[in-house]
């Protein structure tokens, strides 16, 4: 039997449709309401600023700005999901946090080169659940290396 792995899903919402992401449970630390960050000078668009998480400061990116999918509208709905990138804690903003679920592996299928706009680099699969499909995000390569480095000096200053 293939592995089962258990998600963490979410919705980015354009102004056509609403796209379902899901990402790996084990790197989520928690949910959080939205709230408003500090801003940052010198640091990369979709960065929107940092805030304070029980003493621990923390970047917050926009996903559909790293996406190029336009600006998150902040609502009751929109939460930061605090989640690990290679070593480094970040929030991600996403327009809501609908369920966690368990995805069997057989049900996962590689990425196509570019689904929903966004390029197979960040995606580990896409999986399959009844009519739906889940994007599956790799949290790991949703930055790159000069990114990380800038957000870990932000998170520092």
């Known amino acids: 039997m293939a592995e089962e792995v258990q998600l963490v899903v979410f919705i980015?919402?354009?102004?056509?449709?609403?796209?379902?992401?899901?990402?790996?449970?084990?790197?989520?630390?928690?949910?959080?309401s939205m709230a408003t960050p500090t801003k940052m000078p010198q640091t990369p668009d979709f960065v929107e600023g940092i805030i304070n998480l029980r003493g621990k400061i923390i970047p917050i990116i926009d996903l559909k700005k790293r996406f190029e999918m336009g600006?998150?509208?902040?609502t009751g709905d929109t939460r930061s999901v605090i989640v690990e990138v290679e070593g480094q804690t970040i929030g991600i903003i996403v327009d809501e946090v609908t369920e966690v679920l368990?995805?069997?592996?057989?049900n996962i299928e590689p990425p196509p080169a570019v689904i929903g706009g966004?390029?197979?680099?960040?995606?580990?699969?896409v999986g399959k659940i009844?009519?739906?499909?889940?994007?599956?995000?790799?949290?790991d390569k949703?930055?790159?290396?000069?990114?990380k480095a800038e957000l870990v000096t932000a998170a520092n200053a």
């Open 118 to 125: 966004i390029t197979a680099q960040y995606l580990t699969g």
């Open 142 to 147: 949703i930055l790159s290396e000069d990114e």
């Open 71 to 74: 600006k998150s509208d902040l």
């Open 102 to 106: 368990r995805l069997q592996g057989e």
């Open 12 to 32: 980015l919402k354009q102004a056509d449709q609403t796209c379902e992401y899901g990402v790996p449970i084990t790197k989520v630390q928690e949910i959080i």
């Open 130 to 139: 009844d009519d739906r499909l889940l994007i599956l995000l790799d949290m």
